[in-house]
């Protein structure tokens, strides 16, 4: 019997966020609207420099998962955090969406909990600057072979492939999934991942059963201008391809089914975890057996209201954000 319905395995980050204008981030050496990562000093440095800051649970595949827990589906973690008060915050701050953190937070370790220095632009564009800290020792001892066997959707980050620890313990939960009869896909996680681990990616796409990704991230992983190559050739070695694309139609492709997604067109007040909540509604679908086209709608939705506030995690009632529109 499936324990959880989905189980997400990724690093397990602290997200602390502010405003930020385009001056301050040369000022601070920031580049714009990518993924850095950066070591503790620097993380150290940047924090001292946040004004007005928020704080709380994040991590890319960790936002996916507590976005279906949202949705109410039944759902695990597996990831590390110290057993400080930001590791601590973070296992009650899954809790309380209804997400079980599988690993205990450890004791005696030198390294913290990771975090994510994330400035948002008012073009609600995000900066981020994250120091990995205790993730960056995932490893396959970190895998409960019951929870990622037991499970029937299991998401897999891209920035696990940064270490090699990370790259095994994603392919002992994905193995272990898949044994078990569930579906395990990928996040490319950004573009900047996928240049530094292009040959691994390109091998998953042909061996998971999913794979999510931006335009940008697809260009890169088949290094061509030529998006609709891309598509195809991603098609034609993998199980189901999706592609966002900043406000524009979502692309789906499923053997020789293609489906369009329209996306309403709004003005972000902050991108992060947009396609981290796009991921969510989308596989929401999948989980509940709902055809490409309205899977791609709930995950379109799901989107949208996370860029409508501060924020990678919903703040609204998404599932009847889906019900208002007649898909379930």
Same mark, same amino acid.
């Given at each position: 019997?499936?324990?959880?319905?989905? +189980?997400?395995?990724?690093?397990?980050?602290?997200?602390?966020?502010?405003?930020?204008?385009?001056?301050?981030?040369?000022?601070?050496?920031?580049?714009?609207?990518?993924?850095?990562?950066?070591?503790?000093?620097?993380?150290?440095?940047?924090?001292?420099?946040?004004?007005?800051?928020?704080?709380?649970? $994040?991590?890319?595949?960790?936002?996916?998962?507590?976005?279906?827990?949202?949705?109410?589906?039944?759902?695990?973690?597996?990831?590390?955090?110290?057993?400080?008060?930001?590791?601590?915050?973070?296992?009650?701050?899954?809790?309380?969406?209804? %997400?079980?953190?599988?690993?205990?937070?450890?004791?005696? $370790?030198?390294?913290?909990?990771?975090?994510?220095?994330?400035?948002?632009?008012?073009?609600?564009?995000?900066?981020?600057?994250?120091?990995?800290?205790?993730? %960056?020792?995932? $490893?396959?001892?970190?895998?409960?072979?019951?929870?990622?066997? $037991?499970?029937?959707?299991?998401?897999?980050?891209?920035?696990?492939?940064?270490?090699?620890?990370?790259?095994?313990?994603?392919?002992?939960?994905?193995?272990?999934?898949?044994?078990?009869?569930?579906?395990?896909?990928?996040?490319?996680?950004?573009?900047?991942?996928?240049?530094?681990?292009?040959?691994?990616? /390109?091998?998953? +796409?042909?061996?998971?059963?999913?794979?999510?990704?931006?335009?940008?991230?697809?260009?890169?992983?088949?290094?061509?201008?030529?998006?609709?190559?891309?598509?195809?050739?991603?098609?034609?070695?993998?199980?189901?391809?999706?592609?966002?694309?900043?406000?524009?139609?979502?692309?789906?492709?499923?053997?020789?089914?293609? +489906?369009?997604?329209?996306?309403?067109?709004?003005?972000?007040?902050?991108?992060?975890?947009?396609?981290?909540?796009?991921?969510?509604?989308?596989?929401?679908?999948?989980?509940?057996?709902?055809?490409?086209?309205?899977?791609?709608?709930?995950?379109?939705?799901?989107?949208?209201?996370?860029?409508?506030?501060?924020?990678?995690?919903?703040?609204?009632? +998404?599932?009847?954000?889906? /019900?208002?529109?007649?898909?379930?």
């Amino acid at each position: 019997m499936t324990k959880y319905q989905a +189980v997400g395995i990724g690093n397990a980050v602290v997200d602390v966020i502010c405003q930020s204008d385009d001056a301050f981030l040369s000022r601070m050496g920031i580049e714009k609207g990518i993924m850095q990562l950066i070591e503790m000093e620097r993380a150290e440095f940047l924090y001292e420099n946040m004004t007005e800051r928020t704080q709380m649970a $994040g991590g890319s595949v960790a936002n996916t998962i507590a976005g279906l827990g949202a949705l109410g589906l039944s759902t695990a973690f597996i990831g590390r955090v110290c057993d400080d008060g930001p590791g601590r915050d973070y296992v009650r701050e899954m809790s309380d969406v209804g %997400t079980d953190f599988v690993n205990a937070p450890v004791t005696g $370790g030198e390294l913290p909990t990771s975090r994510s220095m994330i400035f948002v632009s008012p073009d609600g564009e995000r900066s981020m600057n994250t120091y990995l800290g205790i993730s %960056t020792e995932l $490893g396959p001892e970190d895998v409960p072979e019951e929870v990622a066997g $037991g499970c029937g959707l299991l998401v897999l980050e891209g920035y696990l492939f940064d270490k090699d620890k990370g790259k095994a313990a994603f392919l002992e939960a994905a193995r272990d999934c898949r044994a078990g009869g569930g579906k395990a896909g990928i996040s490319l996680s950004d573009p900047f991942c996928v240049d530094r681990h292009r040959d691994d990616f /390109r091998r998953l +796409v042909r061996e998971l059963d999913y794979v999510i990704g931006n335009d940008h991230e697809w260009l890169s992983l088949y290094q061509t201008e030529d998006l609709g190559a891309a598509l195809e050739q991603a098609a034609a070695e993998s199980g189901l391809v999706v592609c966002t694309r900043s406000g524009e139609d979502v692309v789906i492709v499923e053997g020789e089914e293609t +489906v369009r997604v329209p996306v309403d067109e709004i003005t972000p007040v902050d991108t992060t975890g947009a396609g981290d909540q796009f991921a969510a509604g989308f596989l929401y679908g999948v989980a509940t057996g709902a055809p490409l086209a309205v899977a791609g709608r709930m995950g379109c939705i799901a989107a949208a209201e996370v860029i409508a506030h501060y924020g990678a995690r919903p703040e609204a009632d +998404v599932l009847a954000m889906f /019900r208002a529109e007649g898909l379930i």
